[in-house]
């Protein structure tokens, strides 16, 4: 069984169901969710990934292969699946590559 990631897990896939233009979640493992480009399905576009599950130092993970964005934060101060989506989304209009990192960075939601 898929281990539940908050109330995160549900929001990540029903919102994919409501908007088309929003990444596609897919749960590659209990613990890790690979983020697919909507208008190229094969394309891989960021992995988001559960550190340390069930222990006091759990954490979520980012990594953003298009800009090499690195997030790193606790559950408790961690965006919604769907602010997550809204800020990939987002970051498919820019210039793929390290020089767009910061650009998307600042675009990251305020918890």
Same mark, same amino acid.
């Given at each position: 069984?898929?281990?539940?990631?908050?109330?995160?897990?549900?929001?990540?896939?029903?919102?994919?169901?409501?908007?088309?233009? *929003?990444?596609?979640?897919?749960?590659?493992?209990?613990?890790?969710?690979?983020?697919?480009?909507?208008?190229?399905?094969?394309?891989?576009?960021?992995?988001?990934?559960? *550190?340390?599950? +069930?222990?006091?130092?759990? %954490?979520?993970? *980012?990594?953003?292969?298009?800009?090499?964005?690195?997030?790193?934060?606790?559950?408790?101060?961690?965006?919604? +699946?769907? %602010?997550?989506?809204?800020? *990939?989304?987002? +970051?498919?209009?820019?210039?793929? +590559?390290?020089?767009?990192?910061?650009?998307?960075?600042?675009?990251?939601?305020?918890?």
């Amino acid at each position: 069984m898929r281990r539940e990631w908050g109330a995160h897990a549900a929001e990540v896939e029903e919102d994919r169901c409501e908007d088309e233009n *929003l990444p596609i979640a897919h749960w590659e493992t209990d613990t890790v969710v690979i983020f697919r480009d909507p208008r190229e399905p094969a394309r891989k576009i960021a992995r988001q990934s559960i *550190l340390r599950p +069930g222990s006091t130092g759990e %954490s979520i993970s *980012l990594y953003c292969y298009l800009h090499q964005c690195k997030i790193c934060k606790k559950p408790a101060s961690f965006p919604s +699946g769907p %602010s997550v989506q809204q800020w *990939l989304k987002a +970051g498919l209009d820019l210039p793929p +590559g390290k020089e767009s990192k910061a650009q998307h960075m600042r675009m990251w939601p305020a918890m």
